[in-house]
């Protein structure tokens, strides 16, 4: 079955760091341009990060930038999203998928996993 697995989520203070894993599941994500999505209660799903193939590009969302960075690990065949000055508006459930690194848009019929919650409260 062909799958993304996230996870890494939790709970944790604003100010605080988490770093988020996206793992495949039946494929080899080298082959693919992977980006982070993240969906807030009542509002539509959005892009986070996208990152190349091989690593070298990378895009971010504005209201990220500065505070989050993408990475892959093609031999663990991993994403990550480290995220750094978590504030209470980056609360949402994270996904990943196959992005356009310069539009940070998925594409139509991206496949997608279950998520991970994050949630930034004192």
């Known amino acids: 079955q062909l799958q993304f697995v996230e996870s890494g989520g939790g709970l944790v203070q604003p100010g605080g760091s988490l770093r988020l894993s996206c793992a495949a599941s039946g494929f080899t994500l080298a082959y693919h341009t992977i980006g982070w999505f993240r969906q807030a209660p009542g509002k539509e799903r959005e892009g986070v990060s996208c990152?190349?193939?091989?690593?070298?590009?990378?895009n971010y969302a504005d209201s990220v930038k500065g505070r989050f960075t993408i990475s892959r690990d093609n031999a663990k065949n991993t994403v990550y999203l480290q995220m750094n000055n978590l504030k209470p508006e980056d609360t949402a459930v994270y996904y990943c998928a196959d992005c356009a690194v310069a539009t940070l848009k998925s594409f139509l019929g991206s496949r997608w996993g279950q998520g991970t919650q994050v949630t930034v409260s004192s």
């Open positions: 990152i190349s193939r091989s690593g070298g590009t990378t």
